[in-house]
């Protein structure tokens, strides 16, 4: 079975480096690192393109509908953004990295196939591991608050974005590179504890840069129970509510929830 693990990360390897890299370099190099640069060049496309288009919706195709000329971040503020996600890319994929390396070997509770389960399982073990991500990252995160050593030194670089016009799309990534990495790490530790479809797994690692880029556009979209970028930007404002991922669920049952529309009744 490991082997086929490994037979779909070569799959990816040669879409990702035979589409970018001249014939032949990719498969010279060694397999960790293929999957290291492939893990690379797709972060950072994700990065780019994700957040670049929707600067572009709500900054100017959009300009003032969803956030004031006033509340723009600067373009200086974006490129600062970018230079500390770019500093702290290279790290950052060297997680999914490792945690390839362990399906591979057969570490894990992954499976290739969701025939080898079948789709009720899939969907069941998809929900618990969903779940143990959310608790894992909101106790990651607050910890990363309430701890001060790691706060002044990991944290603290991402919450330079404290106010509406710092906070963009490009934010989302804007971290130590260490403080990106722990708060990712419940990806990797559930896989050694509920049986997750490995697929499903690459792809939800990457869906987490599109959905960091949205939770720091300001923009609150006002579906429950997601914690959507208005309970976020409230996280970037008072650092002490709103630890949660994807939803609220985890903040509600810890006493640390803050709801936008409640706050900005208050202010009324």
């Known amino acids: 079975m490991a082997g086929a693990f490994e037979e779909e990360t070569n799959l990816y390897n040669r879409i990702v480096l035979g589409s970018l890299l001249p014939e032949g370099v990719g498969e010279t190099l060694p397999h960790w690192l293929q999957g290291w640069l ?21 900054y100017y195709l959009k300009r003032n509908l969803y956030i004031p000329k006033d509340a723009i971040p600067t373009n200086k503020a974006m490129l600062l953004q970018i230079a500390v996600a770019m500093k702290a890319m290279p790290f950052y994929v060297v997680l999914p990295t490792i945690s390839e ?5 057969g570490w894990t509770r992954c499976f290739a196939s969701i025939d080898e389960v079948g789709w009720l399982a899939y969907f069941g ?48 990534l804007a971290f130590h590179p260490l403080d990106g990495i722990m708060q990712a790490l419940p990806h990797v530790i559930s896989l050694f504890l509920v049986r997750m479809h490995f697929r499903t797994h690459i792809a939800l690692l990457f869906i987490e840069g599109i959905w960091t880029a949205n939770i720091h556009d300001c923009i609150h979209g006002k579906l429950w129970p997601v914690m959507g970028a208005g309970y976020h930007t409230i996280h970037h404002t008072t650092y002490r509510h709103n630890y949660g991922h994807y939803t609220i669920w985890m903040d509600w049952m810890f006493g640390t929830l803050r709801d936008p529309e409640e706050d900005e009744a208050k202010k009324i």
């Open 101 to 105: 390396y362990m399906v591979e070997k």
């Open 38 to 58: 492939r893990n690379y060049i797709g972060g950072t496309l994700v990065y780019f393109i994700s957040s670049f288009l929707w600067c572009f919706y709500i």
């Open 125 to 172: 073990n998809l929900a618990v591991y969903l779940t143990l991500v959310e608790f894992g990252i909101y106790w990651m995160h607050r910890e990363l608050h309430d701890i001060k050593p790691l706060y002044k030194y990991l944290h603290a670089t991402h919450h330079i974005y404290n106010k509406q016009n710092t906070l963009s799309p490009f934010a989302g």
